[in-house]
């Protein structure tokens, strides 16, 4: 999976996400997908701007998640997840994922 196929997937399923006056940003080494939460509609994009939660991971690991192979609390206890900033936030996120 691309960045740039994660970013399409999260451009779809941000715009069923209400809005939560909050913007989230996931950190792949392939670069940033920034989703910001804090208007009507959600803005999806690949600009590394500033967030209240920052999710650092890596695609396969999110893809992973995604389909049900991968726990989420035993990515975050292994390390292949690390979230930093609002925590709140990132339990509200699986929406985003699915």
């Given at each position: 999976?691309?960045?740039?196929?994660?970013?399409?997937?999260?451009?779809?399923?941000?715009?069923?996400?209400?809005?939560?006056?909050?913007?989230?940003?996931?950190?792949?080494?392939?670069?940033?997908?920034?989703?910001?939460?804090?208007?009507?509609?959600?803005?999806?994009?690949?600009?590394?701007k500033?967030?209240?939660?920052?999710?650092?991971?890596?695609?396969?690991?999110?893809?992973?998640?995604?389909?049900?192979?991968?726990?989420?609390?035993?990515?975050l206890?292994?390390?292949?997840?690390?979230?930093?900033?609002?925590?709140?936030?990132?339990?509200?996120?699986?929406?985003?994922?699915?």
């Open positions: 999976m691309t960045l740039e196929t994660i970013t399409e997937q999260f451009i779809k399923t941000a715009a069923r996400v209400p809005a939560l006056g909050q913007s989230v940003k996931f950190l792949f080494e392939q670069g940033p997908v920034h989703i910001d939460l804090s208007h009507e509609e959600a803005v999806v994009s690949n600009e590394d500033d967030a209240d939660c920052v999710i650092t991971t890596q695609i396969e690991t999110l893809d992973a998640i995604r389909r049900g192979e991968l726990n989420v609390m035993k990515a206890m292994s390390g292949k997840v690390k979230i930093r900033g609002d925590m709140a936030l990132a339990m509200k996120l699986p929406t985003l994922i699915k």
